[in-house]
């Protein structure tokens, strides 16, 4: 089993940052992709970002150059920096990650997912 913790929920004004962080437990050998997904209020859930297990990093056109995405494999945690936040990056943010663990297949797993509210 492997379970995904998600923190640094909260509220900012806009031009503010956060950072979100989502750390994986469990019976885990090796983890590829990691990465964050949001879901706004009456929309499809959609990529923000990705860091593949090759190093490269994949953003949303809505997010990039504001937001940026890091990985501590040794902590197998996921991180993403959000600077100048809009109201409209207003959603619940889900990580999730395609681990490798003691039971094949690898697979992927997502985290309970985090409120992020952009207000004045």
């Given at each position: 089993?492997?379970?995904?913790?998600?923190?640094?929920?909260?509220?900012?004004?806009?031009?503010?940052?956060?950072?979100?962080?989502?750390?994986?437990?469990?019976?885990?050998?090796?983890?590829?992709a990691?990465?964050?997904?949001?879901?706004?209020?009456?929309?499809?859930?959609?990529?923000?970002?990705?860091?593949?297990?090759?190093?490269?990093?994949?953003?949303?056109?809505?997010?990039?150059?504001?937001?940026a995405?890091?990985?501590?494999?040794?902590?197998?945690?996921v991180?993403l920096?959000?600077?100048?936040?809009?109201?409209?990056?207003?959603?619940?943010?889900?990580?999730?990650?395609?681990?490798?663990?003691?039971?094949?297949?690898?697979?992927?797993y997502?985290?309970?997912?985090?409120?992020?509210?952009?207000?004045?």
């Amino acid at each position: 089993q492997v379970q995904l913790v998600e923190s640094g929920a909260g509220l900012v004004q806009p031009g503010g940052s956060l950072r979100l962080s989502c750390a994986a437990s469990g019976s885990i050998l090796s983890i590829s992709a990691m990465g964050w997904h949001r879901q706004a209020p009456g929309k499809q859930r959609e990529l923000v970002a990705t860091d593949t297990s090759g190093g490269r990093t994949i953003y949303a056109d809505s997010v990039k150059g504001r937001f940026a995405i890091s990985r501590d494999n040794a902590k197998n945690t996921v991180y993403l920096q959000m600077n100048s936040l809009k109201p409209e990056d207003t959603a619940v943010y889900y990580c999730y990650m395609v681990a490798i663990t003691t039971t094949p297949p690898p697979r992927d797993y997502w985290g309970q997912g985090i409120q992020v509210t952009v207000s004045s």
